[in-house]
């Protein structure tokens, strides 16, 4: 077996599946931006979910809105849904995993919160109905997904972003989520005050 090519493949493909998606996901991932930056300009918070990886990714941009991400600012109000133990273990075992996060958003979601649900298959059950519950809140969504955007594609609201990485390979999908996040990381300090460019 030779490692080195098929390491190398990972890097070409992963690569290629980001330039591929660009011209897809820039116009979603702006106004996705935008839907954050005015939700935090407003004294509204994010709220983020996700399971396995994709909750990683949750607490990942949470992390990088609460301390900073490449420049220094106030701290931004974000919670991942995905880090209380006795809250996911509570819901799961009492109602169903299906209501995790649903619950938290329906206990903690505000009119003026964005949620930003992640799901790489745009299957998971516990992410539509996240999606639901923050509907139910007046709360805007922004999802990102994969695979055609799945379920989750098929509930969201007109003026909900959804951005859906053109691919069906699970690790791309992954990859470019991170890259969105990472863009809208760097959008959201673009678009609000307080920023040091230094």
């Not at 290629?16 to 702006?30: E, F, R, S």
């Not at 969201?156 to 791309?172: F, G, K």
Request: aromatic share 4%.
């Amino acid at each position: 077996m030779d490692l080195i090519s098929r390491i190398g493949r990972h890097f070409s493909d992963s690569a290629q599946t980001k330039l591929d998606a660009v011209d897809a996901l820039a116009a979603p991932i702006a106004r996705a931006a935008e839907c954050f930056a005015a939700s935090l300009a407003g004294w509204g918070k994010i709220l983020s979910c996700g399971n396995g990886g994709s909750a990683a990714d949750a607490q990942h941009f949470a992390a990088e809105l609460v301390g900073r991400f490449e420049r220094e600012r106030p701290g931004l109000a974000a919670v991942a849904l995905t880090t209380d133990t006795s809250i996911l273990t509570a819901v799961a075992n009492d109602y169903s995993y299906d209501r995790v996060f649903a619950r938290q958003v329906s206990a903690i979601g505000r009119a003026g919160d964005v949620l930003l649900a992640i799901s790489t298959s745009g299957n998971s059950p516990s992410i539509v109905e996240a999606i639901r519950a923050a509907h139910a809140c007046s709360m805007p969504v922004v999802a990102l997904t994969g695979r055609g955007g799945g379920k989750v594609g098929g509930v969201l609201a007109d003026s909900d972003v959804h951005i859906c990485v053109p691919s069906e390979r699970t690790p791309r999908i992954q990859e470019v989520h991170l890259l969105c996040i990472h863009c809208l990381c760097d959008a959201i300090d673009a678009l609000l005050p307080g920023v040091n460019d230094e």
